[in-house]
């Protein structure tokens, strides 16, 4: 069996798998095929892969020779078009591309989607989201901290005393965690509102308040993820959120519901009341983001406040992104491949099937049905 590594569009700095997770694939008996260049962008030269025992191929090679193609994002359409009865693994976003996924259907790939895997705890050593929102969480205080004008912890000089920056945190999902641990090192007070209670004690473990809003819809059963909320409950999310946003130096947004347009959290009622030299972070800003101004991979100013859309500040740290993805992919490699390095898809196996998006000539996912 080979098992391909394409590299990624020119935006793209990460790689699916680096030298280290190529060597275990190796030693498991499994032939790798890596794009000539794929992981140069992280850091992982071509001879590195060759030391551990991978090939280096030109991308057709790749394509027409392995039997799983591993690619974070999705390939060009005319590639689609030659991998009939190929296995694709990779991060696709399948719920905002549905066409897409009809059309690999049609053409009999077998096509898994990370973002798809159920949020369980069986599925945390795969959890590609996860293990990106991580860095991202961490990245985005760090470039909020850049692009801020004054310092974030406080300080007391002979000159007089400086107050500490104030940070809101909008969602405390594995992102917004992080940025809560970043923020707090560099010396901010943090504020942070989720519509589930349930992140509460986490918040407040990391030394943040927790802002609440009573009446959330029960979001239990979403797997890990955010749900619509009614409109009596964005009224008074909205009449709290802007409280909050009118102290705030810095926000980071990292609300998204998958599948939809990302919640317009700060209004531009909101940003009037903001200091001049604000900044603002969003992390959802591929789906929409969570102002009303927000544009992906663009910083706009408003009012004096800086709004950087970013959904990919992951790929600010290939070599870490890399690795901690490429583990992900590994770890999910091992239900699927035996340990005579021959494929098996397991349907019984939740996980196989979570993430499993086309199969047969159909799309296979309950919710793309």
Request: glycine share 6%; hydrophobic share 45%; charged share 20%.
């Amino acid at each position: 069996m080979v098992i391909g590594v394409l590299k990624e569009p020119a935006h793209e700095t990460r790689v699916s798998i680096i030298a280290e997770s190529a060597a275990a694939l190796v030693k498991k008996g499994i032939m790798l095929f890596v794009e000539s260049g794929a992981g140069e962008l992280a850091y992982c030269s071509n001879s590195a892969y060759e030391q551990v025992g991978a090939h280096i191929r030109t991308r057709e090679e790749v394509l027409k020779g392995a039997d799983i193609i591993l690619t974070i994002h999705a390939p060009t359409p005319a590639e689609i078009d030659q991998l009939s009865s190929k296995i694709l693994i990779g991060v696709y976003q399948p719920l905002m591309h549905v066409d897409a996924m009809k059309n690999w259907a049609a053409k009999n790939i077998t096509s898994f989607s990370l973002d798809m895997l159920p949020r369980t705890t069986r599925a945390q050593s795969m959890d590609v989201l996860s293990s990106q929102a991580n860095i991202a969480g961490y990245k985005a205080v760090l470039m909020a901290a850049n692009l801020y004008p004054r310092y974030f912890p406080m300080f007391m000089t002979a000159a007089g005393s400086i107050k500490p920056a104030k940070v809101l945190i909008l969602g405390a999902g594995v992102a917004g965690l992080q940025a809560i641990a970043t923020a707090k090192r560099l010396g901010a007070v943090v504020e942070v509102f989720d519509t589930r209670p349930a992140v509460k004690e986490e918040v407040m473990s990391l030394g943040a308040k927790f802002v609440e809003v009573e009446g959330a819809a029960d979001a239990s059963k979403a797997g890990g993820y955010a749900v619509e909320q009614t409109e009596e409950y964005k009224q008074k999310q909205q009449q709290r959120i802007s409280e909050s946003v009118a102290k705030a130096d810095i926000i980071i947004t990292t609300a998204q519901i998958p599948g939809k347009k990302a919640p317009i959290l700060i209004t531009e009622e909101m940003l009037k009341l903001m200091q001049n030299g604000s900044v603002i972070i969003d992390l959802a800003a591929s789906t929409g983001g969570n102002t009303p101004f927000t544009k992906n991979n663009e910083t706009v100013v408003v009012n004096g406040v800086s709004i950087v859309g970013n959904s990919n500040l992951q790929a600010t740290m290939p070599s870490d992104a890399s690795k901690l993805y490429g583990k992900n992919i590994f770890n999910f490699l091992q239900l699927i491949i035996t340990k005579e390095a021959s494929i098996h898809l397991n349907w019984e196996d939740d996980l196989v099937k979570g993430s499993c998006i086309t199969h047969n000539n159909e799309l296979v996912h309950e919710r793309l049905k």
